[in-house]
C-alpha cells in the first residue's frame, strides 16, 4: 500500500546535491532536472534516478527538458517511469503525468487528463496555486487557468508540481492538496524535499 510520496522538481543539474532523502514508497520529480535540456545532463539525471532506493519513482518533463520532447526513454528500471500525457497505476492508485514544453504545448494536453486518477504530477502549476512570482516588488501568478478548472472539475487527491520556484510549498484547497517541490529557490539555494503522507479515498473514479 501506497503511503508516503516523496516530491521533487526543479533541481536544474543538483541532484547529486541531495543527501539522506527520507525513505517513501515512491518518488515524484516534477520536471526541469536539467538547466540546458542537454543529452548529458539527462543522462546523469536518469542515472541517479535509477539508483535511488525507492520503490517506485516516477517523473515528468518540465521546459528546461528539451532532450526529452517527444522522446522514448528506453533502458529504465522497471520500477522507474516516465510519464508524459499518461498514466500508471500502483498498487491501486492511479497517478497520470503532464509535461511541460513551451514548444507544442496545447490546451488539448490539459482537456486529455483523465478524471479516474487520484494523483495528477504536472510540471505546470495551476494558476493561483504557490505559483506567484516577481522582481522588484511586482509579483505575478505564472500558473494555467484552464488547468486550474480543469483539476477543480475532475477533483483528483493530490496536485503535484513545479515551475515557480519562488511557490514552494503547499496548500489544500477543496479538498484537493497542492504541492510546489521546487527545490532551487529564486535565491539559488535549495529548500528540502516535500514528504506525503498520503490519503486516497477508498472509492475510486470511474468516470
Not at 525513505?23 to 520529480?29: M, N, R, S, T
Request: hydrophobic residues 35%; aromatic residues 8%.
Amino acid at each position: 500500500m501506497i503511503q508516503t510520496i516523496l516530491c521533487l522538481s526543479d533541481t536544474h543539474n543538483a541532484h547529486r546535491r541531495l543527501s539522506r532523502l527520507p525513505e517513501a514508497d515512491v518518488l515524484v520529480h516534477c520536471g526541469d532536472c536539467t538547466e540546458y535540456g542537454t543529452e548529458e545532463e539527462t543522462l546523469d539525471f536518469l542515472q541517479w534516478l535509477c539508483e535511488l532506493p525507492y520503490r517506485h519513482k516516477l517523473f515528468v518533463p518540465g521546459n528546461h527538458d528539451v532532450c526529452l520532447h517527444g522522446a522514448t526513454v528506453e533502458g529504465l528500471d522497471p520500477n522507474c517511469h516516465l510519464l508524459a500525457n499518461s498514466g500508471i497505476t500502483i498498487e491501486g492508485v492511479h497517478f497520470y503525468g503532464l509535461p511541460f514544453f513551451i514548444e507544442g504545448f496545447e490546451d488539448s494536453l490539459i482537456h486529455s487528463i483523465p478524471s479516474n486518477m487520484d494523483i495528477l504530477i504536472s510540471h505546470l502549476p495551476p494558476l493561483g496555486m504557490l505559483d506567484e512570482s516577481g522582481m522588484e516588488g511586482i509579483s505575478a501568478h505564472y500558473g494555467s487557468e484552464l488547468l486550474s478548472r480543469h483539476i477543480r472539475h475532475i477533483q483528483p487527491s493530490y496536485c503535484l508540481f513545479g515551475h515557480v520556484h519562488a511557490g514552494y510549498g503547499y496548500r489544500i484547497s477543496e479538498n484537493i492538496t497542492y504541492v510546489n517541490a521546487a527545490i532551487i529557490n529564486d535565491g539559488g539555494s535549495m529548500n528540502k524535499p516535500i514528504l506525503l503522507q498520503i490519503n486516497i479515498p477508498s472509492q475510486k473514479k470511474t468516470t
